[in-house]
C-alpha cells in the first residue's frame, strides 16, 4: 500500500484525537489519497456504473458534476433547505428514479461549509439523512474539504469536536451506522493544494476495491512523495497536534475575517436588493437576488463591472 | 477542431474495412493532426465539459481589474511550506523553493509545469533527435505510464472498443482495459513483433462484426513479455498499417534506456531504431497519431511516479481537460523536486543520467547475461528462448507440448518463479511459454540455481508429455 502502515496509522489515531471516532480495523480502514478531487473520481468509478445516478444538494460541488457526466453518471439534485438535502425529498427521489427504471446509488454530501451554500448540515438532520440513504440503499460520499475552516467559538482543532458528528462517526457508531460512509479528508485548504494529500476513509469492503482500482489504473502515489508527507505529518501531530492546531487557528482567523469584511460590505451595499447567508464554515457566501432574475445572464455585466463571482 | 457533440454509441457508423494495399501506398494528410479526429472515439472526451470556473478564471487573469470572488482558492500566506529538498545516493542534496504557483491549485497540476514539459522537448530533441512542433506536439508531465495508460484509454476509446496488442501484451494493459469496458485483441505477431497486415486483417474483421477497433498499443523496446525490439522497417510498416486502419497508436516505451547493444548509456536510443513518436513527427511521413509514453520507472526508481505523455496537441487538450476532472493528482511539491533532479540530471549534456544509465544498462545486462549461461548450461533440448537486447524479460518456450499454466504449481514447488506466458494473452490462450525476468538475479549462482529447477520440471514435464503420447497412441 502506498505509504505503507503511515496512512492508516495518521488516519486512525486523528479521527480518535479530534474526531473521537474509533474505527474498528475489522469493518473499516484508511489509505492515503492525492486529494478529493481522485478520491471523488475514484468513489464515483468505484460506488457506481455508467447510466447510475448520483444524488446531491441542489447545489454542489462542479467538481462532481465535471467527474460524473463524462463517465455516464448522472447527477440529481435533492430539494434542500437551508441545512442540505430533505431527507424525505432524497427518498421520494430514488423512489421516482425506480419508477422509471433509474438506479440511484450514492448520495454525495458536502456536510461542512458547503460549496456552493456555505451551509454547515446539523446534527439531527445528518442522522435523518443517514437513515434516509440507508432506506433507499444509498452509499454516502462525505466530501468534508472544509472540515477544519470553521469559525465558531470553538477554534483550531477543537472545532471538530465541537461540531455535529460527521457522516464517518454516525457510520461507527454501536447501533446506529452499518458501513455505507465514504469519507473524504484533505489538507489542500489547512495546509496547502500542492501537497496533493487526503485520506479516504470507509468500510473495508471499498478500501479493498479501491486499492485494486488504484492498481489498474493510476497507480500514482509516489512513495517519495509519502515519506516527506509522513514526516511533515509527523511534525505537526508532535505534543498533541500542537503545530498543526496553531496552523488550523491561523487559517480559521484569516478567512473568519475575510468573511467579516464581506459580511458587513454586503450589509453596507446590498441591503435590499439581495439576502445571504452568514457561513460558519469554508469558504463561500450564498447571496440571493431579491429580483427575479437568472444570476447567469448577470455574470457578463458583473465581470465588466470588475467583479468576478458565480 | 472536431465539435464535441455527445456522440450515442448506437449511431457509430461501421467503419468501411480498409484496402491494405492500396491505403498503405496513399501519401499522408499534409497537416499532423489525425488525433483531433481519433479522440472523438471517445465517449468521454465528448463529454468533457471544462469546470465553467476555469472559464471565468481566465477571464480574470486577462483582466487584472477584476476582483476575484469567483475561486475557493486558498490564501498562498497561510501555506506552511517554502521549499522541498531531495537527497541523493551520490550524497548531493538538490532543492527547489516552493512559491504560491506550485502550492496552489493550478493547471499544473493537470498537466505539470512548464520547466518540466520542456525538460521532456530538449530531451527528445538532443537524445531522440525527435523536434517537436509546437504547432501539432507537445507533452505533459504524468505519475508514470500506468497512469498514462488509463488516461490514453478513457481518451482514446469508448465501451466496447478493441484495443490491439502483439499476441502477449502487458498485463496492465488488460488489468486497467477490461473493467472500463474496453476489449483488448492480441495480434498475430513474430519475433519482431505485431504482423502489420494481421493488423489490417484483424480491423477488417472486427469491422464486419460490427466492432470498432480504436487503439494499437506497442512496447516496441524490450517488450514485456517477449523481450523483443521492433526493428525499424517492422515500425514503419506498422505505423502505416495503423494509418491504413484509422487507429491511434500508444507507444509504451517503459525500457526505453534500458538496451544492452554495443551502444550504452544514452546513445543506445540514437543507435536504435527509430520510435513511433519520430515516425509521427517524420515530415511526409507522420501525421499525427502517436501517444509517446516515456517513465523513469526503470532508469531512476518507481516510486518517483514520474513520466511524460507526448502527442499531438488534438490529445493533450483533451487530456488536460480529462486529468483536471478526474485525477487532478500531479503535486507541485513533487514536480518542483523532481525539476531540480532532473536538472542537475541534465547539466554538462545529460553527463550524469548517462552514467546512471550506463550503470543501469551493465547491472541488467549482466544478468542477463547470467540467465543466458545459466540456459545454454540446463536447458538444451529442453527449451528454446531468445537472447534480448533490451527490458527484462526473456522469453523462455518449453520443447514439450504442453500448457506453460498446467507447469506453474510445479515450478514453485521446485522453488522458482516465472510467469506463464498465457496470462499475457488477451485472448487468455494456451502457451507453451513463459516470461522469465532476470531484473532481480544478484548472482551467476542464483541464475544457475533458477535454470536448473526451471530444467528439472521440464525435465519431469517432457517425460509427462512422452508417456501421454505413448499411451495415446496405444488407445
Not at chain 2, 478513457?154 to 477490461?178: K, Q
Not at chain 2, 494499437?216 to 524490450?222: H, L, Q, S
Not at chain 2, 513533487?334 to 525539476?339: I, K, L, N, Y
Request: some cysteine; proline content about 5%.
Amino acid at each position: 500500500r502506498p505509504g505503507g502502515r503511515f496512512p492508516r496509522r495518521w488516519q486512525r489515531d486523528f479521527l480518535r484525537d479530534v474526531h473521537g471516532v474509533h474505527l474498528d480495523p475489522a469493518t473499516h480502514d484508511a489509505v492515503a489519497t492525492s486529494g478529493n478531487s481522485d478520491s471523488i473520481f475514484k468513489c464515483v468509478l468505484a460506488l457506481t456504473s455508467a447510466g447510475d445516478v448520483i444524488l446531491s444538494d441542489e447545489h454542489t460541488y462542479t467538481g462532481l458534476l465535471a467527474c460524473a457526466r463524462p463517465l455516464g453518471r448522472f447527477v440529481a439534485g435533492v430539494a434542500s433547505d437551508r441545512d442540505g438535502v430533505l431527507p424525505e425529498a432524497l427518498v421520494e427521489t430514488c423512489a421516482k428514479l425506480a419508477a422509471n427504471g433509474r438506479r440511484a446509488a450514492v448520495c454525495y454530501v458536502i456536510p461542512t461549509g458547503s460549496n456552493p451554500t456555505g451551509a454547515t448540515m446539523p446534527k439531527r438532520r445528518r442522522e435523518h439523512l443517514y437513515l434516509a440513504c440507508r432506506a433507499a440503499g444509498l452509499a454516502i460520499v462525505e466530501d468534508d474539504s472544509y472540515c477544519l475552516l470553521r469559525y465558531g467559538p470553538a477554534r483550531g482543532l477543537a472545532c471538530v469536536s465541537a461540531g455535529p458528528p460527521s457522516f464517518l462517526a454516525l457510520d461507527c457508531a454501536a447501533g446506529f451506522g452499518d458501513g455505507r460512509v465514504a469519507r473524504l479528508d484533505s489538507f489542500s485548504k489547512s495546509l496547502c493544494p500542492g501537497l496533493r494529500l487526503g485520506f479516504l476513509t470507509a468500510p473495508v469492503g471499498l478500501i479493498d476495491k479501491l486499492q485494486v482500482v488504484n492498481e489498474v489504473t493510476t497507480w500514482a502515489l509516489s512513495g517519495v512523495a509519502m515519506r516527506a508527507s509522513e514526516a511533515l505529518l509527523e511534525r505537526f501531530a508532535e505534543h498533541g497536534y500542537a503545530r498543526l492546531d496553531r496552523q488550523v487557528v491561523r487559517v480559521q482567523a484569516c478567512y473568519a475575517t475575510r468573511r467579516d469584511w464581506l459580511l458587513a460590505a454586503c450589509g453596507r451595499h446590498l441591503k435590499g436588493l439581495a439576502s445571504w447567508n452568514a457561513p460558519d464554515a469554508g469558504m463561500f457566501l450564498f447571496l440571493e437576488c431579491a429580483a427575479d432574475v437568472d444570476a447567469a445572464d448577470l455574470l457578463e455585466a458583473m465581470l465588466d463591472a470588475g467583479v468576478a463571482i458565480l | 477542431r472536431a465539435p464535441s457533440a455527445e456522440r450515442p454509441t448506437a449511431e457509430r457508423r461501421a467503419p468501411e474495412p480498409p484496402s491494405p494495399r492500396r491505403a498503405m501506398d496513399s501519401p499522408p494528410p499534409p497537416e499532423r493532426r489525425a488525433m483531433d479526429r481519433l479522440v472523438e472515439r471517445s465517449a468521454l472526451c465528448n463529454k468533457l465539459q471544462r469546470n465553467p470556473i476555469r472559464i471565468v478564471m481566465n477571464r480574470i487573469q486577462a483582466d487584472p481589474r477584476i476582483a476575484s470572488l469567483a475561486g475557493g482558492r486558498p490564501v498562498g500566506a497561510l501555506f506552511p511550506l517554502k521549499g522541498v529538498a531531495l537527497e541523493l545516493a551520490d550524497g548531493a542534496t538538490v532543492r527547489a523553493s516552493l512559491g504560491d504557483d506550485d502550492l496552489n491549485y493550478g493547471a499544473a497540476n493537470a498537466t505539470g509545469t512548464k520547466k518540466l514539459r520542456r525538460w521532456q522537448r530538449d530531451f527528445l530533441r538532443d537524445v531522440h533527435g525527435v523536434h517537436l512542433d509546437p504547432a501539432t506536439h507537445d507533452a505533459v508531465a504524468t505519475s508514470g505510464n500506468s497512469d498514462s495508460i488509463f488516461k490514453c484509454v478513457l481518451a482514446l476509446t469508448s465501451a466496447g472498443d478493441v484495443i490491439l496488442s502483439d499476441e502477449h501484451t502487458y498485463t496492465g494493459l488488460l488489468a486497467c482495459a477490461r473493467p472500463l469496458g474496453r476489449f483488448v485483441a492480441g495480434v498475430a505477431s513474430d519475433r519482431d513483433g505485431v504482423l502489420p497486415e494481421a493488423l489490417v486483417e484483424t480491423c477488417a474483421k472486427l469491422a464486419a462484426n460490427g466492432r470498432r477497433a480504436a487503439v494499437c498499443y506497442v512496447i516496441p523496446t524490450g517488450s514485456n513479455p517477449t523481450g523483443a525490439t521492433m526493428p525499424k522497417r517492422r515500425r514503419e510498416h506498422l505505423y502505416l498499417a495503423c494509418r491504413a486502419a484509422g487507429l491511434a497508436i500508444v507507444e509504451d516505451d517503459s525500457y526505453c534506456l534500458l538496451r544492452y547493444g554495443p551502444a550504452r548509456g544514452l546513445a543506445c536510443v540514437s543507435a536504435g531504431p527509430p520510435s513511433f513518436l519520430a515516425l509521427d513527427c517524420a515530415a511526409g511521413f507522420g501525421d499525427g497519431r502517436v501517444a509517446r509514453l516515456d517513465s523513469f520507472s526503470k532508469s531512476l526508481c518507481p516510486g518517483l511516479r514520474l513520466g511524460f505523455l507526448t502527442a499531438p496537441v488534438g490529445l493533450i487538450d483533451k487530456l488536460q481537460v480529462v486529468n483536471e476532472v478526474t485525477t487532478w493528482a500531479l503535486s507541485g511539491v513533487a514536480m518542483r523536486a523532481s525539476e531540480a533532479l532532473l536538472e542537475r540530471f541534465a547539466e554538462h549534456g545529460y553527463a550524469r543520467l548517462d552514467r546512471q544509465v550506463v550503470r543501469v544498462q551493465a547491472c541488467y545486462a549482466t544478468r542477463r547475461d547470467w540467465l543466458l549461461a545459466a540456459c545454454g548450461r540446463h536447458l538444451k533440448g529442453l527449451a528454446s528462448w531468445n537472447a534480448p537486447d533490451a527490458g527484462m524479460f526473456l522469453f523462455l518456450e518449453c520443447a514439450a507440448d504442453v500448457d506453460a499454466a498446467d507447469l506453474l504449481e510445479a515450478m514453485l514447488d521446485a522453488g522458482v518463479a516465472i510467469l506463464p506466458a498465457g496470462g499475457f494473452r488477451p485472448d487468455a490462450g494456451p502457451s507453451r511459454a513463459f516470461r522469465v525476468s532476470f531484473a532481480q538475479l544478484a548472482s551467476a549462482d542464483a541464475a544457475d540455481a533458477a535454470a536448473a529447477k526451471i530444467a528439472s520440471v521440464l525435465r519431469d514435464a517432457a517425460a509427462v508429455a512422452r508417456a501421454t503420447e505413448a499411451f495415446e497412441a496405444h488407445v
